[in-house]
């Protein structure tokens, strides 16, 4: 584990995911129990959570500036900060094209996307947690293939979804608006793999 000095950087990292996991919930609650009126509401209460990523990510980057010695390379704090807050910045893409483009009825296939986008930040947590014992962790692998496999059902759902969605829409503006939107749905899952992707980069420098 970390010395203390060391902790600060592994301890943030685990809060900003929480931000992460946070969005991941609140655009889940949104579609499961989705009432187009409240959406701007609902939208505050997203970019608060991401505003509050932003601002842990921003006093990480300041205290990196001010040491010289660092659990581990620079460059490398400043990518894993960077991947998970691009993470909490695109699930709250996801909910801005739910608003922009007025939508009124939720499709089931956005409800599975939701579900699985959960589920990546949730195993992303846990990754990221045991990544203050990468040097040691008998798991921290098993952990990244798990997120490996969440982003490959993820791939599975959105193709599935725009199948479904060019098969049975017959309206041009919704094919359009729900295409972009189930794309944006799957790069959270992408983006939780890129910084599984920065973990695993780390373990291997470090082995």
């Known amino acids: 584990m970390a010395n203390k000095k060391n902790e600060y950087y592994f301890t943030t990292f685990a809060q900003l995911v929480q931000y992460s996991c946070d969005a991941a919930v609140l655009l889940s609650q949104i579609i499961n129990d989705f009432h187009a009126e409240e959406l701007e509401t609902k939208m505050d209460e997203m970019h608060e959570i991401e505003h509050a990523g932003d601002k842990g990510r921003h006093v990480m980057m300041k205290q990196l500036a001010r040491e010289f010695i660092t659990p581990i390379e620079r460059e490398d704090i400043v990518s894993l900060a960077d991947a998970i807050d691009n993470v909490t910045d695109t699930v709250e893409d996801v909910l801005v094209r739910i608003y922009m483009f007025n939508f009124t009825v ?12 959960v589920k990546c930040c949730e195993a992303l947590k846990e990754a990221v947690v045991e990544f203050a014992n990468f040097r040691k962790s008998q798991t921290l692998h098993s952990l990244i293939i798990e997120i490996n496999r969440l982003e490959e059902e993820g791939d599975a759902l959105f193709v599935k979804a725009t199948r479904n969605l060019f098969v049975n829409e017959k309206d041009p503006v919704q094919i359009m608006a729900w295409r972009e939107t189930f794309d944006y749905m799957e790069k959270c899952c992408d983006a939780c793999e890129e910084v599984s992707e920065v973990i695993e980069s780390v373990m291997m420098k470090n082995s």
């Open 106 to 117: 939720i499709r089931e296939d956005a409800i599975k996307m939701a579900a699985i986008i």
